[in-house]
């Protein structure tokens, strides 16, 4: 009895082994409270509300070492997402606090341009701190350390598709032409074997084989965290051997000269080094693609490159997925499917033919 009113005590035993108790003012809420206390215990859903409280970032802290089914280069994104985009805003905040209507705030001031204090994040990249973010809301609600993960299904700012930019022959070589003569065979085996960055980055004279004219794609190299690191190629899919052009081969045979060793990395910086990818970028992709008057140009352009180019001689979309490392035939068609419009002719003139010849029986 409180203040002349009746309070009803709901007695339980926590996930914990601890007794704990709920007051209710009615006895429909103190009974609604022991059967869902009751079902919880049955389907061993129940959760210790003590757990909640730990904060993001001590959850964080605890969870993301035990991650070992990464890439290198995708814990250290992973990592990096993490601690520029979601520890500022929830790094402090009790696990059982993380609401959807703060995510929802969270996700739009990502999106949202800088004249109004946003951050002006592109979609692909809210979408990546998203990701990471649900990762670490799953695993906490796998550990039972809340009941839900609030970020399940908040709406993320739709990624609209990058033109694709494709050079044609005389553009490949207008390029070619242009690059320090070092990388000359850099922009062929990109535009003609369809290699990513990575791939060609890592690509030692071990896995080259100018006799037969083939390439052996089985590593990457990337930077990790200021760290050149080599590692495994992007799928399983992307382990392929790559057949090229007898030109390509020729001007690759010019960086062998010099008989390299097999652990030798093909395509060194000019002090012999590996290459640091942001600064191959800025001081001899730039130059070479303004040279060539073909801003703007990426490096994986010439990955798009080297399928159009495929394409147009004739490969079918098996043979593409194969040479480009791809994991089936639907994810070319899907990207590529618009370079293949003779196919859909020779499909219209079969049937043509085929409704002709019937109607001359």
Request: hydrophobic share 40%.
């Amino acid at each position: 009895m409180a203040n002349g009113n009746v309070a009803y005590l709901v007695r339980f035993r926590a996930p914990d082994g601890t007794e704990r108790s709920k007051q209710f003012k009615r006895r429909r809420d103190a009974d609604a409270y022991a059967n869902v206390i009751e079902v919880e215990r049955a389907s061993g859903s129940a959760i210790d509300p003590r757990l909640g409280r730990l904060t993001v970032d001590q959850w964080w802290n605890e969870w993301w070492p035990t991650v070992t089914h990464l890439r290198r280069t995708t814990y250290a994104r992973d990592a990096q997402f993490y601690r520029k985009y979601v520890q500022p805003s929830f790094g402090t905040v009790p696990l059982a606090r993380v609401d959807r209507t703060d995510l929802r705030r969270w996700i739009q001031k990502l999106s949202a341009p800088k004249s109004v204090d946003g951050l002006g994040l592109a979609p692909a990249t809210v979408h990546k701190a998203v990701q990471v973010f649900n990762k670490c809301l799953r695993a906490a609600l796998e550990d039972r350390r809340i009941s839900a993960n609030p970020l399940e299904r908040v709406p993320v700012p739709k990624i609209e598709r990058e033109e694709m930019r494709f050079l044609d022959v005389e553009g490949v070589w207008k390029l070619t032409n242009s690059i320090d003569e070092r990388y000359r065979a850099f922009v062929l085996v990109g535009a003609y074997g369809g290699l990513r960055l990575g791939e060609m980055l890592g690509l030692c004279w071990g896995n080259v084989n100018l006799l037969s004219r083939q390439i052996n794609v089985v590593e990457t190299l990337t930077d990790v965290n200021g760290h050149m690191a080599t590692g495994p190629t992007k799928t399983r899919a992307s382990l392929r051997k790559v057949t090229l052009p007898r030109f390509v081969c020729e001007e690759l045979a010019k960086l062998a000269s010099d008989r390299p060793t097999p652990d030798r990395l093909v395509f060194r910086s000019p002090d012999g080094y590996p290459i640091r990818a942001s600064l191959f970028r800025r001081r001899t992709w730039h130059p070479a693609v303004a040279a060539a008057g073909l801003e703007p140009l990426r490096i994986h352009d010439l990955r798009h490159t080297a399928i159009s180019l495929w394409i147009a001689a004739g490969a079918n979309p098996k043979q593409v997925a194969v040479r480009a490392g791809h994991t089936s035939v639907s994810v070319v068609l899907d990207r590529y499917g618009h370079l293949y419009p003779k196919h859909d002719d020779d499909l219209i003139g079969n049937l043509e033919r085929g409704a002709e010849f019937a109607n001359q029986k």
